[in-house]
C-alpha cells in the first residue's frame, strides 16, 4: 500500500524540527499533529508524548523529521536529523523536506531492519495529504448509513481510514495546549501557532451570561409552578386549556424557555420576533364575522328554496332552515355584544406573542375556531339528526325483511313479527325514505363546511409543527461554519512535479441543507390523524361525528 | 500525461473524454457534457412566450406577460444551476479512495468521496432505457452488517 502522510497547513511554513503524530498500521497512514522545534531534550519530549498519551487515549508518537531549508543544504543538519532516527525509533521513519521559497516538497520513509543494518532499508512511495488542522479538529463526521448498533466508546481503531484521522485531531486537545511562544521545556508548533481566537467582547459576554441566566432561570421556575397549581385543580378551566391550542403552544414555549437559560448548554431553535398589529386584526374581525353570518344565511334561504334543481319537502325544509336561522340570529346579537371589549381583550392576548410566531399562529387558529363556533354547532345538529335516521331507516329495514337485531347477541337474527308491527314499520320506514334527501343536503353542506374550517386548522397546525421542529441552529451553523458538519472529504491534486512526491489537498465537504434538517429534527408534537381514510368515509356515511386531528392532550411514552 | 478521445452519448449529443495521469498512483477522467445549444434556448423562449401571449390575450391582464419573463429567467436559473451538468471529473487515488465531482453549469460544483475500504467493485451494468440497451459504469459498496452483501450502487457519470 502506498504510504500516506497527513501534514496540516499550518506546519508548512514552520521550522525545522521533529514531526509528532499518530501512525495508522492498517491504512499505512500517518496523521501529524504537531512539530518539536529545536533545541530540545529528547527525554522532556518523551515525557510529553507519555503525558498527552494518557489523558486522551491517542497514541501519539515521535513520527520522523522535519527540514525547511533556508538556502543550500545543510549537510550538517541532514547527519543530525538523521541521527534523531536512532533515538526516537519508529517504524516507518518520514523525513520531510521543503525548500524555503519554493513549491517543491520531498518526502522519504525508510524502514530500519534494526540498529546494525542500515543497508537493508526500504523506501516506499510516500503521499502528501494537506488538511486544516482547526476545521478538522471541530468538524463532525457525518458517515452516509447510520449503524443502530455501532457503540461509540473509547476504541481507538474505529471506523475506516478518513474517520480515524478525524478522530486522532478531535482527541488530541491536550497536545494543543502549549504553544511554541510558550516558555516550556518543549516548543511544539501547531494550528494555535497561527493566532489564538480572542475577543474582548465575547470575554465580557461570557462574563455576565452567568448571573443574567440564573436570574431568568428563576422567574421561569416561578411562572411554571404557578402555571402548573392551577391547571389542574378546576375543571372547567383545564378543559378549556385542553381544548385551546394556544394554551399548549404557551406551554411548550415555557418549556423552551427554561431550557434556554439553564446553564446547561444544548442546541435549540431561536425565537422569532413578530411586529404587533392588534389594532388591526382587531378591526378586521368584526366584519368578518359579519361576512361570515351573511354568507350563511345566503346558503340557508338557497337551501330552502329549490338548491340545484333537487326538490325537497317544504315543511321539513322550512322548519329546518329557520331553526338554522334563528341559531345565526343569536350568534350575530352576541358577536355585537362584545365587539367593544374585543380590541382589548386581543390587545392582551397579543401581548402572549411576543414569545414566538408560533405562539402567534396558534392564537390565529383559536380565533377562527372560534368564530366559525356557529358552523361547528350546525354540523353536530345536522350530524345527529342525519345519523338517527340512518339508525331508524336500517332498523326498520330489516323488520321489512323480517330480521331483528340481537343485543346479546350482537348479530342480525330471524323474528316473526305482528302485522300491525309490520305495518306501522313499513310506514315509518317509507315516510323516513322519503325524508331523506332534505336531511341529507343539509348534512351534507354543513359537514363540507365543518371540513373546510378542520382542513385550515390543521394547515396552521402543520405549519406550527414544522416551525417547532426546525433546527434553527444547525441550519446557522451550516450556513455560517459549514466546516463543522461535514458529510465527507475531497481531495484536491495541488501542483504536481515528476520525481517529487504527489500533493493533495484534503478539504470538507459540507452537509447538504436536506441531511442538516432531517437529521438534526426536533421531536414534534406529533399530531397525526386518528383516522385513516376508510374509517373517516364510513364515519360520513352513517353520520358519527369527527372530531378534528389535533388531539393532544394523550402524551405518548 | 494527458490524453483526450472523443465520443457520442446515447441522444446523440458529442462527449469528450480526458484522462490525465498524475503519477502511478492517482489517476483522473474527466468527462464533458454536450453545451447547451442556441436552439434549443431559442425554441422554449419562444413557446413560452407565445403561450404567454395567448393567456393575455383571453384575459387581458397584463400582469401575465411579466410573469411569463419571470419565470422564463427563473426556469432557465435553475436549469443551468440543478440540472445541466457541465463536466464529471472521476479521480482515482491508490489505497485512498475514488472521488467524484459533478461541475453544472452555473459553476456549482457538488463532490462525492468514497473510501477505498468501501469499495467493493467496479463494474459495467446494464439497463433498459426506453427502447434502447445502454451500458453504464457503476460502484458497488459494501454492506457494513453483511461482509459479502452490497449495501448500495453508485452510477457514475450522470
Redesign the interface.
Known amino acids: 500500500?502506498?504510504l500516506?502522510a497527513f501534514f496540516p497547513t499550518c506546519c508548512a511554513s514552520a521550522d525545522s524540527g521533529l514531526l509528532v503524530g499518530r501512525w495508522v498500521p492498517e491504512?499505512?497512514s500517518a496523521v501529524v499533529l504537531a512539530v518539536v522545534h529545536f533545541p530540545f531534550i529528547p527525554i522532556q519530549v518523551k515525557e510529553l508524548l507519555a503525558q498527552v498519551q494518557q489523558a486522551s487515549q491517542v497514541g501519539v508518537t515521535v513520527l520522523g523529521t522535519w527540514c525547511h531549508r533556508r538556502q543550500e543544504p545543510e549537510e550538517s543538519l541532514g547527519h543530525f536529523l538523521e541521527g534523531l532516527g536512532a533515538i526516537f525509533s519508529h517504524k516507518p521513519w518520514f523525513q520531510l523536506c521543503r525548500e524555503r521559497g519554493s513549491k517543491s516538497w520531498s518526502c522519504k520513509a525508510t524502514h530500519w531492519q534494526g540498529p546494525t543494518s542500515h543497508a537493508a532499508s526500504g523506501e516506499d512511495?510516500v503521499?502528501l495529504?494537506f488538511y486544516d488542522q482547526r476545521k478538522v479538529l471541530l468538524s463532525q463526521l457525518h458517515p452516509p448509513?447510520v449503524?443502530p448498533d455501532r457503540q461509540a466508546g473509547d476504541t481507538t481503531a474505529s471506523a475506516?481510514?478518513?474517520a480515524a484521522v478525524f478522530d486522532t485531531v478531535a482527541r488530541s486537545e491536550a497536545l494543543f495546549q502549549s504553544d511554541r511562544f510558550d516558555e516550556g521545556p518543549v516548543r511544539l508548533s501547531h494550528w494555535q501557532s497561527e493566532g489564538v481566537e480572542a475577543s474582548i467582547l465575547v470575554e465580557l459576554a461570557k462574563w455576565a451570561a452567568g448571573p443574567v441566566c440564573l436570574l431568568l432561570a428563576c422567574l421561569l421556575s416561578l411562572v411554571s409552578a404557578a402555571s402548573a397549581c392551577r391547571v389542574f385543580k378546576l375543571w372547567p378551566l383545564s378543559f378549556i386549556w385542553s381544548k385551546l391550542s394556544t394554551c399548549e403552544q404557551l406551554r411548550h414555549r415555557l418549556e423552551q424557555l427554561t431550557l434556554i437559560f439553564s446553564t446547561r448548554k444544548a442546541k435549540n431553535p431561536a425565537q422569532l420576533m413578530r411586529k404587533d398589529l392588534i389594532g388591526q386584526l382587531a378591526d378586521a374581525l368584526i366584519p368578518v364575522a359579519d361576512h361570515v353570518a351573511e354568507e350563511l344565511q345566503h346558503l340557508l334561504q338557497w337551501l330552502m328554496g329549490a338548491p340545484a334543481g333537487l326538490k325537497m319537502n317544504r315543511a321539513l325544509d322550512q322548519v329546518l332552515g329557520r331553526f338554522f336561522l334563528y341559531h345565526i340570529h343569536l350568534w350575530i346579537s352576541y358577536i355585537h355584544l362584545m365587539s367593544p371589549f374585543i380590541e382589548r381583550i386581543l390587545w392582551h392576548v397579543g401581548l402572549s406573542a411576543c414569545l414566538g410566531l408560533t405562539v402567534a399562529l396558534s392564537i390565529l387558529s383559536d380565533i377562527i375556531a372560534l368564530l366559525t363556533f356557529h358552523i361547528y354547532c350546525f354540523y353536530v345538529y345536522g350530524a345527529r339528526l342525519y345519523c338517527l335516521k340512518i339508525h331508524g331507516l336500517s332498523s326498520l329495514w330489516r323488520l321489512f325483511r323480517g330480521k331483528k337485531w340481537n343485543v346479546l347477541r350482537q348479530r342480525v337474527d330471524s323474528c316473526s313479527y305482528d302485522l300491525d308491527q309490520l305495518f306501522i314499520g313499513t310506514l315509518l320506514f317509507t315516510i323516513l325514505v322519503f325524508l331523506l334527501p332534505t336531511t341529507a343536503l343539509y348534512y351534507l353542506v354543513f359537514t363540507l363546511l365543518r371540513l373546510l374550517v378542520v382542513t385550515v386548522q390543521g394547515l396552521i397546525h402543520l405549519l406550527v409543527d414544522l416551525i417547532n421542529s426546525l433546527p434553527l441552529y444547525s441550519l446557522g451553523l451550516r450556513l455560517c461554519r459549514p466546516y463543522r458538519l461535514a458529510a465527507?472529504?475531497?481531495?484536491r491534486?495541488l501542483e504536481?512535479e515528476t520525481g517529487r512526491p504527489?500533493r493533495?489537498l484534503m478539504q470538507i465537504?459540507p452537509l447538504p441543507y436536506s441531511r442538516v434538517v432531517h437529521t438534526y429534527r426536533l421531536p414534534t408534537c406529533g399530531c397525526h390523524p386518528k383516522h385513516s381514510w376508510g374509517s373517516l368515509c364510513r364515519k360520513l356515511f352513517f353520520g358519527e361525528l369527527i372530531y378534528p386531528w389535533r388531539q393532544r392532550g394523550d402524551k405518548q411514552d | 500525461m494527458e490524453d483526450e478521445q472523443s465520443f457520442s452519448d446515447i441522444c446523440g449529443g458529442r462527449l469528450a473524454l480526458q484522462r490525465r495521469c498524475y503519477s502511478p498512483s492517482c489517476l483522473e477522467f474527466c468527462l464533458s457534457c454536450p453545451r447547451i445549444t442556441l436552439r434549443s434556448l431559442t425554441a422554449v423562449t419562444c413557446t413560452v412566450w407565445l403561450a404567454a401571449y395567448g393567456l393575455f390575450t383571453l384575459c387581458e391582464n397584463s400582469m401575465i406577460l411579466s410573469a411569463a419573463i419571470f419565470i422564463t429567467l427563473l426556469g432557465l436559473l435553475g436549469y443551468l444551476h440543478f440540472v445541466k451538468i457541465d463536466h464529471e471529473t472521476l479521480l482515482i487515488i491508490d489505497s485512498l479512495g475514488i472521488q467524484m465531482t459533478s461541475s453544472y453549469a452555473s459553476g456549482k460544483e457538488s463532490t462525492t468521496f468514497i473510501e477505498m475500504g468501501e469499495v467493493k467493485d467496479v463494474v459495467i451494468n446494464e439497463a433498459i432505457y426506453m427502447q434502447k440497451v445502454i451500458y453504464y459504469l457503476c460502484i458497488l459498496l459494501k454492506d457494513p452488517v453483511e461482509p459479502h452483501g452490497i449495501s448500495q450502487v453508485v452510477p457514475l457519470f450522470q
Open positions: 500500500m502506498v500516506k491504512q499505512s512511495q503521499m495529504i448509513a449503524l475506516g481510514g478518513l465527507g472529504v475531497k481531495f491534486v504536481h504527489l493533495l465537504n
